[in-house]
């Protein structure tokens, strides 16, 4: 099985590996880079720090907490400190749109100014292909020369707010958000740690003392003593009822609840021991086999598995910040068997803001061995009725999503009021297909056409909202290693729209997505009728039925080899993903790209003057994937029973999606809603057209036509109440 | 547990031991009656348990959880730190307690090759030095240890220790946990007992401790210089108040007698010690002559007070002041400023009791314990008795060689019995009474077999108001069959006793290097220790390694050196033959625990620096040649790497 | 005669009639298992082929279930085991639902609706296992 598995694996990868420098010049994706540039003490034997500094040619080892080097250059033949290099996961590992952080190497001078970013890894299926590395390597290059306590954000500058903006990546969002977080983050962490950033001075907290003794459950209920529980399984262990580590903590410096976890004499013990701006807190394990003090003190002094983080401040122990908890006072403690009281050295920290405990774990990859950091954190708020004057407001900053929502809250709902508006007047199609004629569609085109319009400008080249395949395999990634609702939430009109796309799929089929608004399927078949309409209809042609149902398949195949291949690597999968021109059309540009794509999509375009949708018909993958589900649709088009024979309607049909037999097949149906005023039209449908002559011959009076696509018969009035009478 | 280790409370009117003691005991002391003392433990053994029926299966359930709480689990940590004196190896010991686990030994009065003491110029300082530069004296003799009060608790500043062969004082600073002074007191000989007061007798403000009283054992001619050799009458002994703080002698008190041990009143106004020889004779049988020997008690604001008016003498050679305590010259009770406390002959120890109110002699030739209450004696004072023995409530008897008793806080004393092997539990008030004619009550309330000769006996806090009667640890004197032979000196055995309940229950064994005598154990919250040295303890550190090298002054050379895992800064240093040196070296390290040892091969050097602590040697450069200084205490990977040459040109 | 009112012929399983619990029942089943009685009979060695691949998609699970598998496997196993299902569909129950699916018009599959079904069926139960098992913590991804 593996053999096998192993073998496929690599005939895709060889296959792939084969297309992708044809395609584009990929580098930094998923790079591999030597394990000992995330443990080494020498980072830069194998990073390259040099590239991120220019002008510095000798680096420390690491060093600080976080980590980052020193970086040293000569100057009047003296060696000199420069600046700092560090490495981005050393810092934080937030996630970018892959579920994976980007590994970046940042320089920075001892002023705090960026001087060099280079990503060495990253695992973005947008900066596979699609968006040129170098654009990323552009977003970066707006860093140089910035300093890093500025607030730097992606979009506009806002000189009143203080924010400085950097120029996003188009189709990448979600990507130089993620980026942008680990840049300021990082560099942060480092300027703060080497003092060229000012620490945080928070407001210190003033006590009320109630002289009370709360008990353990007291303690616990009013939050004065919080817990920290790891699984086994969080850290890449075998599942067990055990924890693999239980911590309860909290904070002593409080009267009430130092006395009360302390004793009398021990409280006053340690009050005395500390000095202005020193806090004490305590941690007990009371279950699970891993030691949350580690060895590490032991050699270097410092313990390195459990910190305290307030904000962007890190407070780590130090073996003289240690000092033993001999016992807990307060009845009803849980029995433990390690204990610390550690004491936080700064002013930073304020016991009236909250705070959190985060003991850092390594997660172990089971398959691979390989090993990652892996925190876990409980945040710890001291209660209000401890604290004169209460807990203090914070504002907390938005998480970048929301800032990206509230940014752009008009186009959110003007694309929401779009997608709801496009629904809602499908759902009322009754009445726009009565309304119109076979002659006379404008009641069902003006609607459609305006979608169109508004999907081609405004969804697609304004907001770059085109879904991708792409996306559909980024979530398959996600289900497999991370989801995370922030990273799909950062770019809220693909998210709205993949709701309306499922809602709609379910409903109706994919017909109303692919015919109504997808910016791409809409720009095709709106160049269609242009070509028509400028007169080019005598060069329009369709493909034979019997060709067409040939053809049809493809775009299945197409969506089948993406899925394929992208269980054995998402990273080939994007690769064929490029099939879709979307990229090229919207997100990036026809004229910014290599010419093969170009050429690739503005042929498709050329084509579509004149066949209707050749991609969406036969080649378009998100198409065929949405077409699958779309067989179970709930609420199909109308028939009746005369159109197995009459081919009124499948000639008319621009998807091809009417059969010999009548039968409309919901795979390829893109709801343009044509059958549906013939269905209705008294005049074009030959059924209704032979029974309005009939009854017109017959003097009969022309009844509404019924939901079923015939004139309501004609009974006598007796016959009406009596049915009446039922 | 089994039916030899209960023992009849009632057995207190056997009359086999009365008949017993003046033939046995003595001999027993003298090292051949401990069959015979055993012997009639055993007589006693035979009779039916006392103990009330439900309480028998409380001690054994008790047995099984204290036995796991002195078997500590890897990890787990004692509750109670323990400061044991170290006998003639002049040393105090840290025993974690109740494990009994040794965690260090303090060199106070004798040189320690682990940590330099005595050889470094810092710990010769407070040594003492010959002229020369050589220690004054390399043997010491430890007995009592006894802490620094606050409040009748202990405050975790300062232990006190003596030193009985050359009569000095060391006090021990308990955040480092190291002997930072050593006094010597002028004129006495036999330093024996020695007790901090616990507050200030007049000034309420002052609530812990300013003084030291130490007592003297042996009489000698003074000023002792040659004169009256052949006039024992003439011998005295004194009884000397130390300041706590500058370790300076404040006083000293001319005194009958000799003195055993010290205690003081928890409200500061008495200090007493226990006398034998009060007949003050030269030979065993003129010290045995009196019919009882004493305690003498000290009034110490009268005694102040009489210094403060000027009324003291001092002794040739010394200027501290020293006043008459003598009985003949403290017969008005009005005025004394020592009230002589008659207690059967020979006493050994006398205790104070955690609430205050009594003192309690041991009798150790006499098979009783007497039990003087404290207001009483200030009634003398005041006038308000006639006889001074009017304060004895209770003389009851024990058993055979009484010696030391502790407290466990619930009313009742725990006493050695030296020939019997045995630790008495009795209740004071009990006693009382029973001393008082009722003969129904039974003091005696538990008696268990330790092995072997008990000596010093203490308990966790007994010292203290708050003495909590959990532990009990004794100090057997002798260990004979308790461990593995090792030859014919054998280790003493400290022996841990669970009394929490109403029986005692031994529960440990530990064998601890001869010879400690006296100790105390106490609540490890009340201590609180410095993990590293800071450079400002030092005047002479070497703050960076830039400043390390070698500077000269003719031949007087310093060598500053600095430590810093794993590498001695200088890596190599010259010096000419005949050169006075002076290795300066400061250990840079800050990490917890990362001590660097400094040794010079040939020339007996070798000493230890903890983080950021700074020592000195001076040492005369007199063999020419590469010498490789190295780090003897074990610091890094590189350990071995960490050397400096010195190289001394011939 | 065809109807075009729907996409092909209608067809009327047997449980098609039952009363509404009896037809979830049967609904549900219908769902978890390919196999029918007439498909046995008609395909013996597809049927063969068909249990062992269902225990070894059993097996998979299992392995995945103890930690022993990668996730990769898993769905390899699964896509395998959703053609062969659709295989054993076609002969054994050659049907699928038209309309809601609260619905009871059911009409004559062909492969390609088959695979739809299949395919789709099996994503929503793989989906559903799959969370299940990583967050058991049982599966490594």
Not at chain 2, 63 to 75: C, T
Not at chain 2, 154 to 162: F, I, K, P, S
Request: proline share 6%; glycine share 8%.
């Amino acid at each position: 099985m593996k053999t096998l598995l192993a073998f496929l694996r690599q005939t895709m990868l060889a296959t792939c590996a084969a297309l992708v420098p044809a395609l584009a010049g990929a580098t930094a994706y998923d790079a591999r880079l030597p394990a000992e540039i995330h443990t080494a003490p020498r980072l830069c034997d194998y990073a390259p720090c040099a590239e991120v500094f220019p002008g510095a040619n000798d680096f420390s080892e690491r060093k600080g907490r976080p980590w980052y080097v020193e970086a040293y250059g000569e100057r009047d033949g003296r060696r000199e400190l420069l600046g700092y290099v560090m490495l981005s996961t050393d810092i934080t590992d937030i996630p970018a749109y892959s579920g994976k952080p980007i590994v970046t190497l940042i320089g920075m001078d001892k002023d705090g100014r960026f001087v060099g970013v280079k990503i060495l890894q990253h695992s973005e299926p947008i900066l596979l292909l699609g968006i040129p590395e170098s654009a990323m390597v552009r977003f970066n290059e707006q860093y140089l020369g910035k300093f890093i306590g500025d607030n730097i954000e992606i979009g506009r500058s806002r000189r009143d707010e203080n924010v400085i903006g950097l120029d996003a990546v188009s189709g990448a969002t979600v990507t130089v958000v993620a980026q942008n977080q680990v840049m300021m983050r990082s560099g942060g962490a480092v300027a703060r740690q080497v003092g060229i950033l000012d620490p945080t001075v928070r407001e210190q907290a003033r006590f009320v003392e109630r002289g009370h003794a709360p008990d353990w459950a007291t303690l616990v209920r009013e939050g004065s003593v919080r817990r920290l529980t790891v699984r086994p399984d969080q850290v890449g262990l075998p599942r067990g009822p055990e924890p693999f580590i239980d911590l309860w903590f909290g904070y002593l410096n409080q009267p009430d609840v130092g006395r009360a976890v302390l004793g009398d004499l021990s409280y006053r013990n340690l009050m005395n021991q500390l000095g202005a701006g020193e806090h004490a807190l305590f941690i007990i394990r009371s279950g699970g086999e891993e030691s949350f003090k580690g060895s590490g003190f032991v050699r270097g002094g410092l313990y390195d598995r459990v910190q305290v983080r307030q904000g962007m401040d890190v407070f780590t122990f130090r073996d003289l910040d240690y000092r033993n908890l001999w016992g807990v006072h307060a009845a009803g403690a849980p029995a433990f068997d390690e204990s610390a009281i550690f004491i936080v050295r700064s002013e930073s920290f304020s016991a009236a803001y909250p705070w959190k405990l985060v003991f850092l774990g390594n997660r172990v990859d089971r398959a691979t061995g390989h090993r990652s950091f892996a925190n876990f954190d409980t945040e710890y708020w001291m209660p209000a009725e401890y604290l004169d004057g209460g807990r203090p407001k914070i504002v907390k900053p938005d998480a970048p999503w929301v800032r990206i929502w509230k940014m752009r809250a008009v186009e959110i709902a003007l694309f929401a009021g779009l997608l709801v508006g496009v629904a809602t007047v499908y759902a009322h199609r009754d009445r726009l297909t009565r309304a119109s004629t076979q002659k006379n569609k404008w009641p069902v085109n003006a609607f459609k056409y305006a979608a169109w319009t508004i999907s081609i400008g405004f969804v697609g080249f304004y907001l770059l909202a085109q879904p991708s395949i792409t996306q559909v395999l980024t979530w398959f990634h996600a289900l497999l290693f991370q989801w995370q609702w922030e990273l799909f939430l950062t770019d809220p009109f693909i998210f709205l729209f993949w709701i309306f796309i499922i809602v709609t799929v379910f409903l109706w089929g994919r017909g109303l997505f692919c015919g109504w608004l997808c910016p791409f399927g809409s720009l095709s078949e709106m160049l269609y009728k242009i070509g028509g309409a400028i007169g080019l209809k005598r060069f329009q042609f369709k493909l034979s039925k019997p060709m067409h149902d040939r053809v049809k398949w493809v775009k299945y195949w197409v969506f089948g080899i993406l899925l394929g291949t992208s269980m054995f690597s998402m990273g080939y999968a994007e690769v064929l993903a490029e099939v879709e021109p979307f990229k090229t059309t919207f997100l990036v540009g026809l004229l910014n790209r290599a010419w093969p794509y170009t050429l690739f999509a503005a042929g498709l375009l050329g084509l579509s003057i004149f066949i209707e949708r050749p991609f969406c018909k036969y080649l378009c993958p998100l198409g065929a994937a949405l077409a699958m589900p779309s067989t179970f649709r709930w609420f199909g088009l109308k028939r009746k029973q005369e159109c197995d024979t009459c081919k009124a309607c499948a000639v008319g049909c621009g998807s091809l999606a009417i059969d010999r037999d009548g039968r409309i097949d919901q795979r390829e149906c893109l709801l343009c809603l044509d059958c549906m005023v013939l269905y209705t039209d008294a005049h074009a449908c030959p059924p209704l057209a032979q029974e309005r002559k009939r009854r017109v011959k017959a003097g009969l009076e022309l009844t509404p036509i019924g939901a079923d696509g015939y004139f309501i018969p004609i009974k006598p009035v007796a016959a009406a109440s009596g049915a009446k009478a039922h | 547990m089994t039916q030899d280790t209960l023992h009849p409370s009632d057995e207190q009117l056997n009359p086999s031991r009365r008949k017993f003691l003046n033939s046995a005991a003595l001999a027993g002391l003298a090292g051949a009656g401990l069959t015979v003392g055993l012997s009639a433990c055993k007589q006693e053994a035979a009779a039916p348990a006392a103990a009330p029926a439900g309480a028998a299966p409380a001690p054994a359930a008790r047995a099984a959880s204290s036995a796991d709480a002195v078997h500590l689990k890897p990890g787990e940590l004692d509750t109670y730190y323990g400061l044991w004196s170290g006998g003639h190896t002049g040393d105090v010991r840290v025993l974690g307690m109740p494990s009994g686990r040794e965690l260090l030994r303090i060199p106070c009065f004798v040189p320690d090759a682990l940590t330099g003491w005595g050889i470094t110029n810092e710990s010769k300082k407070i040594m003492g030095t010959k002229p020369d530069g050589t220690l004054r004296y390399a043997v010491g003799d430890t007995h009592h240890v006894h802490a620094s009060y606050k409040d009748g608790n202990y405050d975790g500043r300062y232990a006190w220790v003596n030193d009985k062969i050359n009569s000095r004082v060391a006090r021990i600073r308990l955040d480092y946990f190291i002997c930072d002074k050593i006094t010597k007191l002028p004129n006495v000989q036999g330093f024996h007992g020695i007790f901090p007061d616990k507050r200030d007798p007049v000034d309420p403000a002052i609530n812990y401790t300013t003084r030291v009283f130490c007592g003297g054992e042996f009489h000698v001619p003074l000023p002792n210089d040659g004169r009256d050799l052949e006039n024992p009458e003439k011998y005295r002994a004194l009884f000397s108040c130390l300041d706590a703080e500058t370790m300076e002698v404040r006083w000293q008190v001319l005194i009958d007698g000799n003195c055993d041990l010290v205690a003081t009143s928890f409200d500061g106004k008495l200090a007493a010690s226990n006398q034998y020889n009060t007949e003050n004779g030269v030979h065993f049988q003129d010290m045995m002559s009196a019919e009882r020997d004493a305690c003498i008690f000290f009034n110490i604001a009268r005694i102040e007070q009489a210094i403060k008016d000027g009324k003291f003498t001092t002794i040739p050679g010394s200027n501290v002041p020293v006043v008459d305590g003598t009985q003949a010259a403290n017969k008005d009770p009005k005025t004394a400023l020592t009230a002589t406390v008659s207690v059967p002959k020979n006493p050994h120890g006398v205790n104070a009791s955690p609430d205050g109110k009594y003192f309690i002699c041991a009798g150790k030739l006499s098979p009783t314990a007497t039990v003087i209450e404290l207001q009483k004696v200030l009634d003398w004072f005041d006038g308000k008795l006639e006889d001074v023995d009017q304060t004895i409530v209770a003389e009851v008897e024990l058993g055979l060689g009484p010696l030391h008793t502790a407290f466990d806080g619930r009313g009742n004393g725990y006493t050695t019995l030296f020939l019997d092997s045995q630790v008495v539990k009795w209740n004071i008030d009990a006693a009382i009474r029973f001393h008082n004619g009722d003969n129904t009550a039974q003091y005696v309330v538990d008696r268990l077999d330790v092995h072997y000769q008990p000596g010093h006996i203490n308990a966790s806090q007994s010292e203290t108001m708050f003495a909590d009667g959990k532990w009990l640890s004794v100090g057997c004197k002798f260990s004979k069959d308790r461990f593995l032979p090792v030859g014919p000196l054998h280790a003493e055995n400290e022996q841990i006793i669970d009394i929490s309940g109403e029986k005692m229950v031994l529960v440990a064994d530990h064998p601890v290097r001869p010879e400690p005598h006296d100790f105390i154990f106490f609540r490890r919250e009340l201590i609180t220790t410095k993990q590293i040295y800071s450079h400002d303890d030092f005047p002479h550190a070497i703050l960076n390694p830039n400043d390390t090298g070698v500077f000269r002054d003719g031949n007087k050379v310093t060598v500053k050196m600095t430590s810093l895992a794993p590498v001695f800064e200088p890596k190599e240093f010259k010096l000419k033959r005949g050169d006075e040196v002076t290795i300066i070296l400061t250990n840079l390290d800050r990490i917890e625990d990362l001590g660097h040892g400094f040794a010079i091969p040939d020339y007996g050097i070798n000493f230890v620096v903890n983080p950021q602590e700074t020592a000195s040697v001076t040492f005369v450069a007199d063999k020419p040649g590469v010498f490789w200084c190295y780090c003897t205490h074990f610091c890094h990977a590189l350990h071995l790497e960490m050397r400096s040459r010195m190289l001394v040109e011939a | 005669m065809v109807d075009p009112r729907m996409p092909t012929d209608p067809v009327a399983p047997p449980f098609a009639g039952r009363g509404t619990f009896a037809w979830l029942a049967a609904e549900a089943w219908h769902h978890l298992w390919p196999f029918s009685r007439e498909g046995f009979a008609r395909h013996r060695i597809v049927q063969a082929a068909g249990i062992a691949l269902a225990a070894s998609t059993m097996v998979a699970w299992f392995l995945a279930g103890t930690g022993r598998l990668e996730a990769v496997a898993i769905i390899a196993w699964w896509f395998g085991w959703s053609v062969f299902e659709v295989i054993v569909r076609l002969g054994a129950k050659p049907w699928v639902k038209e309309g809601p699916w609260w619905g009871r018009r059911y009409r004559r599959a062909h492969l390609m609706d088959m695979l739809c079904y299949v395919g789709f069926k099996n994503l929503l139960i793989g989906a559903t296992l799959f969370l299940a098992l990583k967050s058991a913590g049982l599966l490594v991804p």
